[in-house]
């Protein structure tokens, strides 16, 4: 895997964004150093098939993402499935968001396979893996445009050009935003299973799904209705790789409902914390449903189960 470029795998998913921007409703828009940025909800609408793209990127072009209707959460039928032969370099080394980038009053965490070549995590010295492309993607959850600033930051940390870069911006609250945020329900699965120190090396395979939460215009709102769609109906089908005991402990502990916290409503979660996200209990960001299938043995072991009131209580 180490051969495997996730911003060169990523630049067909950029380029159809950018060909398709007036059917997919995304701008197209250029900071004053030549970087290049892709409004998918700011002052664009953006929408469902641009969310779905977006996800792809993410991913670094390792993952699919499919939107369907489905009767897991009767009452919310609009779902996404995600899967993934390479679930630990789709997930970890390009989907997740773990590149925090502050400059004045403007914060972001930056995700997408652009985090690979600025290699400012740790994680990546876990991973054993670097991106060397030319040009590199990244994806920030935000409702305004980054500081010209901290874009040049961004280059000089990945030692490329500006004009070498796209950032794709997705509010929270906008319909592609969403999409995107409910695409990580694997990734949400994959950072837990890491978090448990479950040996990454033993995950062969992944797939996921999840209801689309419907949009909402503040950012709280917003945020609670994407993670409860993951917290209360996701599931997620791990294929592992090693002992039965170790696959079997792996299901009972990833979902969410292994949290003390599980079963509240995320407003009252975050508040709890003081409005800090990050001082949120780690075991709460999981899957509601775990299937974990390991193949040496050929058998399977469940955890967690859907909650669809709790969903619905959120999503209304």
């Known amino acids: 895997m180490q051969k495997v470029s996730v911003n060169q795998l990523a630049k067909p998913l950029v380029q159809e964004l950018v060909d398709r921007h007036a059917a997919l409703r995304v701008g197209l828009g250029k900071f004053s150093n030549g970087a290049r940025y892709i409004d998918a909800g700011i002052d664009s609408r953006g929408g469902l098939e641009a969310g779905r793209l977006i996800g792809e990127i993410c991913m670094g072009g390792l993952g699919k993402v499919t939107l369907y209707h489905a009767t897991a959460a009767s009452d919310w039928p609009l779902s996404l499935h995600v899967h993934t032969s390479s679930p630990v370099l789709a997930c970890l080394a390009s989907q997740y968001a773990g590149w925090s980038l502050s400059h004045e009053k403007f914060h972001a965490l930056g995700s997408g396979p652009g985090r690979a070549i600025a290699l400012r995590e ?66 949400v ?52 790789s090693g002992d039965d005991a170790s696959a079997e402990k792996l299901a009972k502990e990833l979902p969410s409902s292994s949290s003390p916290d599980y079963g509240k409503p995320f407003s009252q979660v975050l508040k709890d914390c003081g409005n800090d996200f990050f001082k949120i209990d780690p075991m709460l960001f999981g899957p509601a449903s775990v299937v974990v299938t390991a193949v040496e043995s050929g058998r399977t072991f469940r955890g967690g189960h859907l909650a669809p009131d709790l969903l619905s209580a959120s999503f209304s």
Do not use: W
């Open 122 to 187: 740790s994680l990546f010295e876990e991973l054993d893996y670097s991106d060397t492309c030319d040009h590199a993607t990244f994806v920030l959850e935000v409702d305004q445009v980054p500081p010209v600033a901290l874009i040049d930051r961004v280059a000089d940390v990945c030692n490329l050009p500006p004009d070498a870069l796209t950032f794709v911006l997705t509010p929270t609250s906008s319909i592609a935003g969403m999409v995107q945020i409910v695409s990580r329900v694997l990734e």
């Open 189 to 240: 699965a994959m950072h837990k299973t890491h978090t448990l120190k479950f040996p990454l090396d033993n995950i062969l395979d992944g797939s996921a799904s999840a209801p689309l939460s419907p949009p909402a215009p503040d950012f709280v709102t917003a945020m609670e209705r994407t993670n409860t769609a993951i917290l209360f109906a996701g599931r997620v089908h791990l294929f592992v």
